[in-house]
Each structure stands twice: as structure tokens, then as C-alpha cells.
Nanobody, 115 residues
Framework: QVQVVESGGGLVQPGGSLRLSCEAS????????MSWYRQGPGTERELVAT????????FYSESAKGRFAISTHDAKNAVYLQMNSLKPEDTAVYYC????????WGQGTQVTVSS
């Protein structure tokens, strides 16, 4: 059984930064790719960023391009989402998702961007 667990959410002022972490067990390499999704108040869950486990190819939503960066730490079985220049509209619950031959969703971590 594979699991993913997020951490790192919190309250940040507009223009600030946060780094979200997602730890996979037993290994991130059980997945073909890992993604971050988010769901804001009254909105549907949307894809933010994806990274492939082999090759490290990345994909970003238009809203994330230039501000967010997805990366992995193989030894820690972790995937990160570095979020910079945060805006109030980035407020959402952020979910980690591992996909491919097996799939797993995390429980989500709240990010609130507010002054």
C-alpha cells in the first residue's frame, strides 16, 4: 500500500512564500508521476503542477507558471512545491497526488494568503 502525506501549509501574507512537502511511503518511485492539486472555497479541485519520476519533466498550470516550482528529493521520498509571490487567490487546500500504476491522494494542507 502506498501513501502520501502533505505538510507545510499555513498563513502567509500576500507576496510571501511557502514550501509544501509531500512524503510518500514506501517510495515515490512507486508512482510514475506526482502532482499538486488545490481546491479553493467554492471551486473545483485543479491541477497546479506535475513532475515525472523518470526524467523529472514538469508541468505547471498557467496560474503557477513563474511563481511555483515542483521538485523531488529522492532520498527523502519527498516532493516539494515551492510557492513564491503568493496571492490571496492562491488560498486553497493543497493536495498531493501520486499516480501511474498505483494512485494515492494525501489528506490536504491548508494555505491561506491574507494580510
Amino acid at each position: 500500500q502506498v501513501q502520501v502525506v502533505e505538510s507545510g501549509g499555513g498563513l502567509v501574507q500576500p507576496g510571501g512564500s511557502l514550501r509544501l512537502s509531500c512524503e510518500a511511503s514506501p517510495s515515490i518511485f512507486r508512482f510514475q508521476f506526482m502532482s499538486w492539486y488545490r481546491q479553493g472555497p467554492g471551486t473545483e479541485r485543479e491541477l497546479v503542477a506535475t513532475i515525472t519520476m523518470r526524467g523529472g519533466d514538469t508541468f505547471y498550470s498557467e496560474s503557477a507558471k513563474g511563481r511555483f516550482a515542483i521538485s523531488t528529493h529522492d532520498a527523502k521520498n519527498a516532493v516539494y512545491l515551492q510557492m513564491n509571490s503568493l496571492k490571496p487567490e492562491d488560498t486553497a487546500v493543497y493536495y498531493c497526488y501520486g499516480g501511474g500504476y498505483v494512485n494515492a491522494w494525501g489528506q490536504g494542507t491548508q494555505v491561506t494568503v491574507s494580510s
